[in-house]
């Protein structure tokens, strides 16, 4: 089974996390049975969870990518009046 990242975990919310680490766990399982056909559908599932905090990863992004924009902007306002 194929963890997420640590970040995209953080933004899980406590329902996601729970279903996260249960689907983990029977993916776990599964494996150590050498059952990989149902471990694969497991990892779809994991994959299809996660899509929603991955979204919220992105948007943290572009509003950090923006705030660094208007601090860069500013500067530059600042070193033009200078």
């Excluded at 089974?1 to 996390?17: F, I, N």
């Excluded at 992105?58 to 070193?79: F, G, H, I, M, W």
Aim: proline residues 1%.
């Amino acid at each position: 089974m194929r963890h997420c990242s640590v970040q995209v975990r953080g933004l899980l919310t406590r329902d996601e996390l729970d279903r996260y680490n249960a689907l983990m766990e029977v993916g776990s399982y599964l494996e150590s049975q050498e059952q990989y056909d149902l471990a694969y559908t497991i990892q779809q599932e994991v994959d299809i969870l996660i899509l929603p905090a991955i979204e919220r990863l992105k948007d943290k992004s572009r509003a950090r990518d923006q705030a660094t924009v208007e601090y860069l902007e500013s500067l530059r306002k600042d070193e033009e009046l200078s």
